[in-house]
């Protein structure tokens, strides 16, 4: 008898499945049985589930809905699945680990946990942040709690004769009977499961679920309370289970249809099932108690419209104060020896203006240099750096009244560009994908991007843009067409790169905890403009432990130690460590032997060190169709290419990403996208920029060959000599 009997209902939906299956599948725990329920096993759906059957004997084809696949199921748990929905990497394993840790193996003394509820996360379709659940101050047993994210013991179901039959409403009724009969109920609260939000509305299809009447929602809700109600409930649990079903009610009544029948009968409800001493604890509640139609249907318009005018208000009494602050400092002369820093929407002291703040302080002390971040990030800035808040007073005042500005992404579109300042736009990365009006084309980031009319508008303020190659000064010409100046100087972040002291490598690794004699890979993939579970595609638990005792991977990516005991593991055993916090994105490259990304400008950078690059480019077409690129890095690439994950595992087990072809790669790589960083980008800015010296008496380039980056640990393999 298996542990787990996973029921995935098809849903007669083909191209969502493999999203489902594939990571189950995947799964580190393997003792587990996948019965996929198909309505139709003829369907294309149906095909595909026939495949995957024929190709593992875990996986069994039935025909019905969810219960038969509850009958069919043989495990000691299950857990129901829709098409579409993922289980997370290492899931499996963290759900046995959470029941054994309950007392499931002693059965009968009542310790044994009926269920277990899942963290889980719902990914919007289109744009906007998933949301998690993780029970921070959520009842395990609240009956609203999703049926596709929650693990049962089968022999309890069964005793109880549950099931769970298909409906829009019908898992409010079947968790409510859960709840009511459940002798035990845990939660894990990590994200096991990731749902993406079904797309709404756009016509109807053949095969398309009809809606159910919303009265099948009171229905379930009348079945529950009348269950309740001969079981005799404490109190307390009666009266948090009353809550819980007429919070949905209340949503659902405010858009039924035939929505005073529904109300009746709702209204009926709530009077006959109410609790003792229970307090309607909202006014859409009172209105439900007390027959309120005409109320409760006109509350949601006049919520909306109060809460929009007092936040109009309230805004619009911001934007006067800020405009009349803004214009009196404006009618201030400049200050001449002031100069303004930011970057990445003040999140913090870093990247190019970071570099040529220090620089500044060295060879321009007479400037006053003023780093702007926001109020959150004022306990991780530098002690002898002056840090302003964005939005303050003060910051007002110097964006008013500084003769020099330098970010490295736009300052916000309230900023007035006063004669006679200097604005000098560092850029954050070598561009590989398409930038600014080059965009146009490409939807889905041009959709992202909004207005490029007032992208022109900021891009005008600019009066010098830096670049570190003549690749990356093509670009910003035809990507922000305006009057800038190219500043062709490197970039100031990369200097140190070639003026790290020494032993400054061996102190960065020993502050990560690096273990002695391992060979540092960083892993830094990039943003995606399109939806792409990550951690379904690259199993980043099972990569560090095939490559070895000879490596450790640093992690410079948030999505992946999300709710993932294999990872967890992996950083117990000192194979990964989660770099991603880490302010200092130079000090990682230093500490690193070699670099594995795949479109992240992070590349360009660290070719720097002349130290090996691999490129894992498992959906490069997806990418440079969706995103667009300005070259094909596969025909260009700065060192080797894997195109999967067990393609990266041989390049790197069998030492080819560090052998001669890999130098003859990286070493054509550099010399086109290393033209001009050679550690003295900041002198030549704050020279050109606050000294004001002419172009000939600047620091002159030091050739490519010349350089002598900073050296890799000498764990590292042997490193070809510069080229």
């Known amino acids: 008898m298996p542990r787990f009997s996973i029921i995935v209902t098809v849903h007669d939906v083909a191209g969502r499945l493999p999203t489902t299956l594939d990571p189950v599948l995947a799964q580190s725990f393997t003792d587990f049985e996948l019965i996929a329920a198909c309505a139709d096993p003829d369907s294309p759906a149906g095909a595909l589930v026939a495949e995957y059957a024929e190709r593992d004997s875990r996986v069994v084809r039935v025909t019905g809905a969810r219960e038969a696949g509850l009958r069919a199921a043989t495990g000691t748990y299950v857990l129901f699945l829709d098409a579409g929905d993922a289980l997370t990497p290492g899931s499996l394993a963290g759900i046995g680990a959470r029941l054994r840790g309950t007392g499931e193996a002693e059965p009968g003394t009542g310790a044994e946990v009926d269920v277990l509820r899942l963290g889980h996360e719902r990914v919007p379709w289109w744009e906007g942040e998933p ?10 047993a609240d009956v609203r709690l999703p049926v596709w994210a929650t693990v049962y013991r089968r022999a309890f179901l069964r005793e109880h004769g549950l099931a769970f039959p298909e409906g829009r409403y019908t898992d409010l009724g079947c968790s409510g009977l859960v709840a009511l009969a459940a002798g035990g109920t845990a939660a894990l ?221 736009n300052f916000e579109h309230a900023v007035v560009k006063r004669p006679g300042t200097v604005h000098v736009q560092t850029h954050h990365g070598t561009p590989l994908k398409r930038m600014g009006v080059d965009q146009i084309e490409y939807r889905a980031v041009a959709a992202a991007t909004g207005s490029f009319g007032r992208l022109m508008r900021r891009v005008d303020r600019w009066d010098c843009s830096l670049s570190s190659n003549a690749h990356s000064t093509e670009v910003w010409s035809g990507a922000y067409p305006s009057a800038f100046t190219h500043l062709e100087y490197g970039y100031p972040r990369n200097d140190r790169f070639y003026t790290a002291a020494p032993g400054e490598v061996a102190a960065i690794r020993e502050r990560l905890g690096i273990p002695e004699g391992r060979v540092a890979l960083l892993y830094a993939p990039t943003y995606r403009d399109y939806p792409r579970d990550v951690s379904a595609q690259f199993d980043l638990a099972r990569f560090c432990a095939e490559l070895g005792d000879e490596f450790v991977v640093l992690l410079r990516a948030h999505y992946f130690l999300d709710g993932d005991a294999g990872l967890r593991q992996a950083v117990a055993d000192g194979r990964l460590i ?74 790197l087990t069998s030492g080819r990403w560090a052998d001669g072809r890999s130098a003859a790669l990286r070493s054509a790589f550099r010399e086109r996208f290393c033209e001009f960083d050679d550690g003295q980008a900041a002198e030549r800015v704050v020279r050109r920029v606050l000294l004001g010296q002419p172009e000939e008496e600047l620091p002159a380039p030091i050739p490519l060959r010349e350089r002598l980056p900073v050296p890799a640990a000498a764990v590292s393999r042997p490193r070809t000599p510069a080229h």
């Open 189 to 409: 609260p990590t994200v096991c499961v990731r749902r993406p939000e079904r797309r709404r509305g756009g016509g109807t299809s053949a095969g398309t679920r009809s809606e159910p009447p919303a009265t099948a929602l009171l229905d379930q809700v009348e079945l529950v309370l009348d269950r309740a109600a001969a079981q005799g409930l404490p109190e307390d649990r009666a009266r948090a289970l009353f809550t819980q079903l007429f919070a949905e009610v209340l949503d659902t009544a405010a858009t039924a249809p035939r929505g005073r029948a529904f109300f009746r009968r709702a209204g009926r409800l709530y009077r006959r099932y109410r609790p003792a001493g229970h307090r309607a604890g909202t006014v859409r509640a009172r209105l439900l108690r007390r027959g309120g139609y005409t109320a409760f249907r006109a509350l949601p318009a006049l919520g909306r419209l109060t809460a929009r005018a007092r936040a109009y208000a309230v805004r619009s009494a911001l934007r006067r104060r800020r405009a009349l602050l803004y214009a009196w400092y404006l009618r201030r002369p400049l200050d001449e020896n002031l100069a303004v820093f930011a970057a990445y929407w003040g999140r913090g002291y870093a990247c190019n203006p970071a570099a040529v703040h220090r620089k500044a302080r060295e060879l321009a002390p007479h400037i006053r240099s003023v780093f702007l971040v926001k109020e959150r990030e004022l306990p991780h800035m530098p002690g002898d750096v002056e840090s302003v808040v964005i939005g303050s007073r003060r910051y007002w005042e110097v964006m008013a009244r500084a003769k020099y500005t330098f970010n490295n992404v």
């Open 131 to 140: 949301v998690a659940e993780l029970f921070e101050g959520r009842d395990p």
């Open 578 to 651: 989660d770099v991603t916090s880490l302010r200092d994105t130079e000090d990682v490259c230093l500490a690193s032997d070699a670099l594995i990304t795949d479109y992240s400008s992070i590349m360009f950078d660290y070719a720097n060190l002349d130290r090996p690059i691999v490129t894992y480019a498992d959906d490069w077409d997806v990418y440079r169709d969706t995103r667009g690129v300005y070259f094909d890095l596969l025909a260009e690439p700065p060192g080797h290419v894997a195109r999967t994950q067990d393609e990266l595992i041989r390049v």
